[in-house]
């Protein structure tokens, strides 16, 4: 039997008043699921729970949890379809299977008091209502544990956050063991894994297309002997140097031509042949051959490169021209010491007469500083060389 817990658990006399009231019938009490199980069948040992719940009432949670437990023989399975929190995860840990769909949800939390119409408390009946929030915490607690094989440890901050969870941390930590996938995905990979086999069986089997031609062919009244009955296998070779076997006798490859193995095979004529599952399923027209079109990124490329070569030369002229350190040195020099003209009196032998000593034979220069450092620098070079 189907039982459906949906709406809010709540007791009787609460679920009576919103019927009759508000006309809600879809809420649950102890006393409706105790009727339902009253009136199973005696050889009906299975019991489906469709859960869409947000929890309710501890005490009529306790007691449909109990009653379930208490049904002898049964198989009792629970189906999450939508929400269930609170109090409704103690009625699905009633049962021993425990699915929910994909897309549901689950939360747990700790127990709460709601007070109607009272807005004082003394400390004792405030300390009361501690101790009992804490035995309806402790007693969902030993629940939890007991049927979910969870720790305390884990649970506690669970219950603390209260917040949803997916299906799948639900799973983990025990409160479902199956997650349930929908009809229409399951369906789609049983076709899509029959044709995966179809298409293995018939990989293995190369022969099958050859053998229906053969069919064809007896049927035509085409008899002969076993080597003759065969397909003729016309031998082609790759671009790559392999070979690719074709069953035709004569004429272009064409697609749906029995062929092996498979592949992607490109032909010396440029043309690529797909053989999948011993037929030719494509082939691929040559791509056309641009090699004899100036390409203009060519002539930009071989302009930049004779640019560069233009560029490298010039700084190899110019590192030659490249004067020392100390060549700028004496060059600074000469220029502070009066420049070209200077240097053509100062470095000149010839000297007229009369403006020099009173012996023909003996010249006597007077030399500056500038040209006793500059003489001294040319000597320091010349005892390098």
Same mark, same amino acid.
């Given at each position: 039997?189907?039982? +459906?817990?949906?709406?809010?658990?709540?007791d009787? !006399?609460?679920?009576?008043?919103?019927?009759n009231?508000f006309?809600?019938d879809?809420n649950?009490?102890?006393?409706?699921?105790d &009727?339902?199980?009253?009136?199973?069948? %005696?050889?009906?040992? !299975?019991?489906?729970?469709?859960?869409n719940?947000?929890?309710g009432s501890c005490?009529?949670g306790?007691?449909i949890y109990?009653?379930?437990?208490?049904?002898e023989g049964?198989?009792?399975?629970? &189906?999450?379809?939508?929400?269930?929190?609170?109090m409704?995860?103690?009625?699905l840990?009633?049962?021993?299977?425990?699915?929910?769909?994909?897309n549901?949800r689950?939360?747990?939390h700790?127990?709460r008091?709601c007070?109607?119409?009272r807005d &004082?408390m003394? !400390?004792? !009946?405030?300390?009361?209502?501690?101790?009992?929030?804490?035995s309806e915490?402790?007693?969902?607690?030993?629940?939890?544990v007991?049927?979910?094989g969870?720790?305390?440890?884990?649970?506690?901050?669970?219950?603390k956050?209260?917040?949803?969870?997916?299906?799948e941390?639900?799973?983990?930590?025990?409160?479902?063991n199956?997650?349930?996938e929908?009809v229409t995905?399951?369906k789609?990979?049983?076709?899509? *894994?029959?044709?995966?086999?179809?298409?293995?069986? *018939?990989k293995?089997?190369p022969?099958?297309?050859?053998?229906?031609?053969?069919?064809?062919g007896?049927a035509?009244?085409?008899?002969?002997?076993? +080597?003759?009955?065969?397909p /003729?296998?016309m031998?082609?070779?790759?671009d790559?140097?392999?070979?690719?076997e074709?069953?035709?006798?004569?004429?272009?490859?064409?697609?749906?031509d029995?062929?092996s193995?498979?592949?992607?095979?490109?032909?010396?004529?440029? +043309?690529?042949i797909?053989i999948?599952?011993g037929?030719i399923?494509e082939i691929?027209p040559?791509?056309?051959?641009n090699n004899?079109?100036?390409?203009?990124?060519?002539d930009e490329?071989?302009r930049? +490169?004779?640019? *560069?070569?233009?560029?490298?030369k010039q700084?190899?002229?110019?590192?030659?021209?490249?004067?020392?350190?100390?060549e700028?040195?004496?060059?600074?020099?000469?220029?502070?010491?009066?420049?070209?003209?200077?240097?053509?009196?100062?470095?000149? *032998?010839?000297?007229?007469e009369g403006?020099?000593?009173?012996?023909?034979?003996?010249?006597?220069v007077?030399?500056s500083? /500038?040209?006793?450092?500059? %003489?001294e620098?040319?000597?320091?070079?010349?005892g390098?060389?």
């Amino acid at each position: 039997m189907v039982i +459906k817990i949906i709406g809010s658990i709540i007791d009787d !006399e609460s679920k009576q008043f919103d019927l009759n009231f508000f006309g809600i019938d879809s809420n649950v009490s102890f006393k409706s699921i105790d &009727e339902a199980l009253e009136a199973k069948a %005696e050889d009906d040992k !299975e019991i489906v729970l469709k859960i869409n719940c947000n929890g309710g009432s501890c005490i009529e949670g306790y007691a449909i949890y109990d009653k379930l437990r208490a049904q002898e023989g049964c198989t009792i399975t629970a &189906e999450v379809e939508g929400e269930c929190s609170s109090m409704a995860t103690i009625i699905l840990l009633a049962a021993s299977v425990r699915r929910a769909t994909k897309n549901a949800r689950v939360c747990i939390h700790k127990p709460r008091i709601c007070y109607f119409f009272r807005d &004082e408390m003394t !400390e004792d !009946e405030a300390l009361k209502v501690y101790n009992d929030l804490k035995s309806e915490t402790d007693r969902m607690m030993s629940i939890y544990v007991e049927r979910t094989g969870s720790t305390r440890e884990t649970l506690e901050p669970l219950m603390k956050e209260d917040k949803y969870i997916t299906v799948e941390e639900a799973q983990t930590l025990g409160f479902i063991n199956e997650i349930i996938e929908p009809v229409t995905a399951i369906k789609s990979n049983q076709f899509n *894994n029959k044709n995966h086999k179809s298409m293995k069986e *018939n990989k293995k089997e190369p022969g099958a297309i050859a053998n229906a031609f053969k069919v064809i062919g007896e049927a035509l009244g085409f008899t002969g002997d076993k +080597k003759d009955d065969q397909p /003729v296998a016309m031998t082609l070779n790759t671009d790559d140097g392999q070979t690719i076997e074709i069953e035709r006798e004569s004429g272009e490859p064409e697609v749906g031509d029995p062929a092996s193995p498979d592949g992607e095979f490109k032909m010396p004529d440029g +043309k690529t042949i797909v053989i999948a599952d011993g037929v030719i399923t494509e082939i691929k027209p040559a791509e056309p051959d641009n090699n004899d079109d100036p390409d203009p990124k060519d002539d930009e490329i071989a302009r930049l +490169k004779d640019e *560069n070569d233009d560029l490298k030369k010039q700084l190899d002229e110019a590192k030659g021209q490249k004067k020392t350190k100390e060549e700028a040195e004496i060059l600074n020099m000469v220029t502070i010491a009066g420049g070209k003209s200077w240097l053509e009196r100062a470095c000149s *032998n010839y000297h007229p007469e009369g403006r020099t000593g009173t012996s023909k034979n003996v010249q006597t220069v007077v030399k500056s500083k /500038v040209q006793q450092e500059l %003489e001294e620098l040319q000597a320091k070079r010349k005892g390098q060389k």
